[in-house]
């Protein structure tokens, strides 16, 4: 069995502070990403017995409330606990890789005493795609948005690690996508990624940023195959 | 501090509007536009899609002018109180009225509130209001007497006479039965005062709201309005708009007015920046 194969399952939700409860209206500009998030969180929750946040640091950090990927964690995980690792936005993707393959490395070191306190793990992956999606977008229109989000998502959905690996570090930073970073996270979390099938994406990107929800799991078969 | 009126209950950061339905030829500033009946239904329904919480009947004009029988202002809004009743179940009704015999009609048809605009002429008022469960709105008018101008009327301190004389007939109309949480105080700007006293009772509202009674204001195109800035009858609705402004910051919770779309919006905008109302939809810098 790969280490890796401890990794039960992961999410992917948006960073967005329109998620935070401390900047909500009375009308939710959302509801469809914050549900399918919530459903998400949950089900990694239900699913794991150790949950780990990967978030992205805040670009520009003006503030001592901790970064927002994090905080958007713990609201979607609501009372079930986690733990969080941050890693900083623009990390080159050797760091990022060797942080996944740590994270479920650190699992595995731990052998029988790992899988008595916690031998199935989710993830409950932070990451936005570009903020340049149109003229009203934070980061106005930048032309390399939308095949940049293509590429991600897709890549989420065939769990294609290597297209994960592959994503442009200074395009995601031209095209503010601070997804980029715990995307590559997750696939060096993931190994080869075969044990893994994505279900249905939830996209919305109705204010010129791509966010987006998946929800990863491990194979039946690679379950049922020992 | 909480407050009720009709099936409604409000928290001391509620702001209303009470929408002005006149049944009436000659009020000064729609001038019979809500007289006929159809006119005045479709007022109603206007008024609570723009976002009123309530309104306000009336069948005799403020102002001097042709004198109006009891029998005829019962005609005027007996049967259309009855009607809105009918139409809007949940609707809190007011009706404008300083007569113990029309009150006590109008809230046998199904009216909450008897705005007395008059502070207390008929002292049978109260116990009218009582005897229904009715909620009831008192005002000052200095001693004027029904439908007159003031004239040369002085205080030495109008925000103490206000206060004296609507803390006393609030205690007088709970003496009557009045329940506490369904009586209203209105200072009443332009009755018995001149701009300068309506001027100082907004600009002190806060001393009214620390009574600890829910505060009603009718300030909509009034002449103080009018006379500081310089506006006739039909060019006041900017300078009503600021003074709402003021007195929401400042605290009062009801407002009877012409305009409501404009006036709902300037009172959330208030209850906004105060923060006793979230944002409608938040998004700018978020996402």
Same mark, same amino acid.
């Given at each position: 069995?790969?280490? #890796?194969?401890?990794?039960?399952?992961?999410?992917?939700?948006?960073?967005?502070?329109?998620?935070?409860?401390?900047?909500?209206?009375?009308?939710?500009?959302?509801?469809?990403?914050?549900?399918?998030?919530?459903?998400?969180?949950?089900?990694?929750?239900?699913?794991?017995?150790?949950?780990?946040?990967?978030?992205? $640091?805040?670009?520009?950090?003006?503030?001592?409330?901790?970064?927002?990927?994090?905080?958007?964690?713990?609201?979607?995980?609501?009372?079930?606990?986690?733990?969080?690792?941050?890693?900083?936005?623009?990390?080159?993707?050797?760091?990022?890789?060797?942080?996944?393959?740590?994270?479920?490395?650190?699992?595995?070191? $731990?052998?029988?005493?790992?899988?008595?306190?916690?031998?199935?793990?989710?993830?409950?992956?932070?990451?936005?795609? #570009?903020?340049?999606?149109?003229?009203?977008?934070?980061?106005?229109?930048?032309?390399?948005?939308?095949?940049?989000?293509?590429?991600?998502?897709?890549?989420l959905r065939g769990v294609d690690v290597d297209a994960l690996l592959a994503l442009d570090a200074a395009v995601a930073e031209g095209v503010l996508a601070l997804g980029r970073a715990p995307l590559q996270v997750l696939a060096g979390a993931f190994g080869d990624g075969a044990a893994y099938t994505?279900?249905?994406?939830?996209?919305?990107?109705?204010?010129?940023?791509?966010?987006?929800?998946?929800?990863?799991?491990?194979?039946?078969?690679?379950?049922?195959?020992? | 501090?909480?407050?009720?009126?009709?099936?409604?209950?409000?928290?001391?950061?509620?702001?209303?509007?009470?929408?002005?339905?006149?049944?009436?030829?000659?009020?000064?500033?729609?001038?019979?536009?809500?007289?006929?009946?159809?006119?005045?239904?479709?007022?109603?329904?206007? @008024?609570?899609?723009?976002?009123?919480?309530?309104?306000?009947?009336?069948?005799?004009?403020?102002?001097?002018?042709?004198?109006?029988?009891?029998?005829?202002?019962?005609?005027?809004? @007996?049967?259309?109180?009855?009607?809105?009743?009918?139409?809007h179940p949940d609707l809190t009704i007011s009706v404008d009225t300083y007569r113990a015999e029309v009150a006590d009609a109008v809230l046998a048809a199904g009216a909450d509130v008897v705005n007395d605009a008059w502070g207390g002429a008929d002292p049978d008022l109260p116990a009218v209001v009582?005897?229904?469960?009715?909620?009831?709105?008192?005002?000052?008018?200095?001693?004027?007497?029904?439908?007159?101008?003031?004239?040369?009327?002085?205080?030495?301190?109008?925000?103490?006479?206000?206060?004296?004389?609507?803390?006393?007939?609030?205690?007088?109309?709970?003496?009557?039965?009045?329940?506490?949480?369904?009586?209203?105080?209105?200072?009443?700007?332009?009755?018995?005062?001149?701009?300068?006293?309506?001027?100082?009772?907004?600009?002190?509202?806060?001393?009214?709201?620390?009574?600890?009674?829910?505060?009603?204001?009718?300030?909509?195109?009034?002449?103080?309005?009018?006379?500081?800035?310089?506006?006739?009858?039909?060019?006041?609705?900017?300078?009503?708009?600021?003074?709402?402004?003021?007195?929401?910051?400042?605290?009062?919770?009801?407002?009877?007015?012409?305009?409501?779309?404009?006036?709902?919006?300037?009172?959330?905008?208030?209850?906004?920046?105060?923060?006793?109302?979230?944002?409608?939809?938040?998004?700018?810098?978020?996402?």
């Amino acid at each position: 069995m790969s280490a #890796s194969s401890r990794i039960v399952a992961a999410a992917v939700v948006p960073g967005t502070l329109l998620l935070l409860p401390e900047y909500a209206g009375r009308i939710d500009p959302i509801p469809a990403i914050r549900t399918a998030a919530l459903a998400a969180v949950d089900a990694v929750v239900t699913a794991a017995d150790r949950v780990v946040v990967v978030t992205a $640091g805040d670009r520009e950090p003006r503030h001592t409330k901790g970064p927002a990927g994090a905080r958007v964690a713990a609201t979607l995980l609501g009372e079930a606990p986690a733990e969080v690792v941050v890693v900083p936005w623009d990390a080159p993707v050797v760091v990022c890789r060797a942080l996944g393959a740590a994270i479920t490395g650190a699992e595995a070191s $731990g052998e029988g005493e790992a899988d008595q306190a916690g031998g199935r793990w989710g993830l409950i992956i932070v990451a936005d795609g #570009s903020a340049t999606r149109t003229e009203k977008a934070p980061g106005h229109y930048d032309p390399r948005a939308h095949a940049y989000d293509e590429v991600w998502l897709t890549a989420l959905r065939g769990v294609d690690v290597d297209a994960l690996l592959a994503l442009d570090a200074a395009v995601a930073e031209g095209v503010l996508a601070l997804g980029r970073a715990p995307l590559q996270v997750l696939a060096g979390a993931f190994g080869d990624g075969a044990a893994y099938t994505c279900g249905d994406i939830t996209t919305d990107d109705a204010y010129g940023v791509q966010h987006a929800v998946a929800l990863i799991r491990q194979r039946r078969n690679s379950l049922d195959c020992c | 501090m909480r407050f009720r009126l009709g099936r409604h209950t409000y928290a001391a950061h509620d702001r209303l509007v009470m929408a002005i339905v006149n049944r009436t030829t000659d009020s000064f500033y729609d001038r019979g536009a809500t007289w006929e009946d159809d006119a005045a239904y479709a007022r109603v329904r206007q @008024v609570i899609a723009e976002g009123a919480d309530l309104v306000d009947i009336g069948g005799i004009k403020a102002a001097p002018g042709a004198e109006v029988p009891v029998a005829e202002e019962l005609r005027r809004v @007996v049967p259309f109180v009855e009607g809105v009743r009918a139409e809007h179940p949940d609707l809190t009704i007011s009706v404008d009225t300083y007569r113990a015999e029309v009150a006590d009609a109008v809230l046998a048809a199904g009216a909450d509130v008897v705005n007395d605009a008059w502070g207390g002429a008929d002292p049978d008022l109260p116990a009218v209001v009582a005897a229904h469960g009715a909620g009831l709105v008192l005002t000052h008018t200095g001693g004027q007497r029904v439908r007159t101008r003031p004239h040369r009327i002085e205080y030495d301190d109008v925000v103490a006479a206000v206060a004296e004389s609507l803390l006393m007939q609030a205690e007088a109309a709970v003496a009557a039965g009045v329940e506490r949480e369904r009586i209203v105080i209105d200072p009443a700007h332009d009755f018995g005062k001149n701009t300068w006293h309506s001027l100082e009772c907004t600009r002190r509202l806060d001393e009214l709201v620390g009574l600890g009674w829910p505060v009603l204001v009718s300030l909509s195109n009034k002449d103080f309005v009018g006379e500081s800035l310089g506006r006739e009858v039909g060019e006041r609705v900017i300078g009503t708009l600021a003074t709402t402004a003021v007195s929401a910051w400042l605290g009062a919770h009801i407002y009877r007015v012409h305009e409501v779309r404009e006036t709902r919006d300037v009172l959330d905008m208030v209850s906004v920046i105060r923060g006793d109302l979230p944002p409608m939809r938040v998004t700018r810098g978020l996402a």
